[in-house]
Antibody, heavy 119, light 108 residues
Framework: EVQLVQSGAEVKKPGESLKISCKSS????????IGWVRQMPGKGLEWMGI????????RYRPSFQGQVTISADKSISTAYLQWSSLKASDTAMYYC????????????WGQGTLVTVSS | EIVLTQSPGTLSLSPGERATLSCRAS???????LAWYQQKPGQAPRLLIY???SRATGIPDRFSGSGSGTDFTLTISRLEPEDFAVYYC?????????FGQGTKVEIK
């Protein structure tokens, strides 16, 4: 069974750093892309970036380039999304999702990680 | 960047009725790269339709997708209680994944 299990909710202060995780199981981690999607409170879905753990090929939506870093650790089948300096506007639910190679859609999703940034 | 505009914003219907949701692209797109997702409150999105008209694994046949060029439609033939949710269309243009703003299907 394919599963993407994300790390738990986080409460942080502006300026703090954060790394959230997405652990995959039930499939070959290095043969699928993992994307990250933001959902701000009461809003829609926004694609942030994507990584191919097989070769670490990473792509970002221009508005997120330089604002977040996406990485993956093949040895533990886990992808990460990290911030070096959080802002209040980073408050949102963040989802990871699997994308088959050469396919354009996301077929399995994590349960989401709620990040709250408040002073 | 291609913009996807979904309409209506909210659809108020009763169980058993037919729901027709629209997704319009700002320029012609390949139907191969058009997908639909369902999101219920407090849950992650779920893939419903890919390639504009192919149902994902386990999706009931009351869900169907159609369209080409700039106009795409998700149809739910007879609404079940569990179908009341928010629906998003999504497109990939070769470098960016873009979602529509969503259509909420609510109980009338």
């Amino acid at each position: 069974e394919v599963q993407l299990v994300q790390s738990g909710a986080e409460v942080k202060k502006p300026g703090e750093s954060l790394k959230i995780s997405c652990k995959s199981s039930g499939y070959s981690f290095t043969s699928y892309w993992i994307g990250w999607v933001r959902q701000m409170p009461g809003k829609g879905l926004e694609w942030m970036g994507i990584i191919y753990p097989g070769d670490s090929d990473t792509r970002y939506r221009p508005s997120f380039q330089g604002q977040v870093t996406i990485s993956a650790d093949k040895s533990i089948s886990t992808a990460y999304l990290q911030w070096s300096s959080l802002k209040a506007s980073d408050t949102a639910m963040y989802y990871c999702a699997r994308k088959p190679d050469s396919i354009s859609y996301f077929d399995y999703w994590g349960q989401g990680t709620l990040v709250t940034v408040s002073s | 960047e291609i913009v996807l505009t979904q309409s209506p914003g909210t659809l108020s219907l009763s169980p058993g009725e037919r729901a027709t949701l629209s997704c319009r692209a700002s320029q012609s797109v390949s139907s191969s790269y058009l997908a639909w997702y369902q999101q219920k409150p407090g849950q992650a999105p779920r893939l419903l339709i890919y390639g504009a008209s192919s149902r994902a694994t386990g999706i009931p046949d009351r869900f169907s997708g159609s369209g080409s060029g700039t106009d795409f439609t998700l149809t739910i033939s007879r609404l079940e209680p569990e179908d009341f949710a928010v629906y998003y269309c999504q497109h990939y243009d070769g470098s960016l994944w873009t979602f529509g703003q969503g259509t909420k299907v609510e109980i009338k």
